[in-house]
């Protein structure tokens, strides 16, 4: 039972290039989020979904978007990559009111 | 929209000491209230929550208290240890529909030996 994953754990983009962030639970939890982490900021949610298929933007969605084909995963994607999207992102799922993290992704935008 | 703001952003206490973080929300629909620690590098962890139909509660050292009337939650650790050194972050959910959490900004804790 390896709970909330996510891969890369690392990563250093260039400005403008695309990648996808990858989150996948093994709980069997509908609910999965996306948090951008920055420095006296907190967690600030990205997108979250409420079920298979399903995806709803949160307090900051813009730049990003998000699939969830399968229950157990949860995809972030960067389309063109800008510096300010140089954070730790966290990934979360829930099967109601216990959220479990990911032990997050350092993305660097150059 | 919703917000939750938290107090203090940096908190140092001797060893021994309690410590009191506080934390307002915005929406009174929220019913959910949960307390995330986490140490350096490592990913958020749940200490301790409270549903709003329960005024306070505690865990060993750790307790939270809920003042829904004012829209207003606290986490209580009594004699800190070293150990206890990390961000806190308070977060609002309501628990139904999306389940969506709203954090706090976090609570950098220093426990002095």
């Known amino acids: 039972n390896a709970g909330v994953t996510q891969t890369p754990k690392f990563r250093v983009l260039k400005t403008g290039q695309s990648m996808t962030l990858l989150c996948a639970q093994d709980m069997n939890h509908e609910y999965m989020y996306w948090y951008r982490q920055d420095p006296g900021m907190g967690l600030r949610l990205i997108h979250y979904s409420v079920g298979e298929g399903t995806t709803a933007k949160g307090e900051v969605p813009d730049g990003y978007n998000v699939s969830r084909l399968k229950k157990q995963n949860f995809l972030l994607g960067l389309e063109s990559a800008a510096p300010s999207q140089t954070s730790v992102y966290f990934c979360?799922?829930?099967?109601?009111?216990?959220?479990?993290f990911g032990q997050g992704t350092r993305l660097t935008v150059v | 929209g919703e917000n939750v703001e938290q107090h203090p952003s940096t908190l140092s206490v001797q060893e021994g000491d309690s410590a009191v973080i506080k934390c307002t929300y915005s929406?009174?629909?929220?019913?959910?209230f949960p307390w995330y620690k986490q140490e350096l590098g490592k990913r958020p962890q749940l200490i301790i929550d409270i549903r709003s139909n329960v005024g306070e509660k505690k865990d060993q050292r750790i307790a939270v208290t809920l003042n829904k009337t004012a829209k207003h939650f606290s986490l209580h650790i009594t004699e800190t240890q070293p150990e206890d050194s990390a961000v806190y972050f308070c977060?609002?959910?309501?628990?139904?529909?999306?389940?969506?959490?709203?954090f706090g900004t976090g609570t950098r804790l220093k426990v002095l030996a």
């Open positions: 979360a799922s829930s099967y109601g009111e216990k959220a479990f």
């Open positions: 977060a609002a959910s309501i628990v139904s529909g999306t389940y969506k959490y709203i």
């Open positions: 929406d009174s629909a929220s019913n959910y």
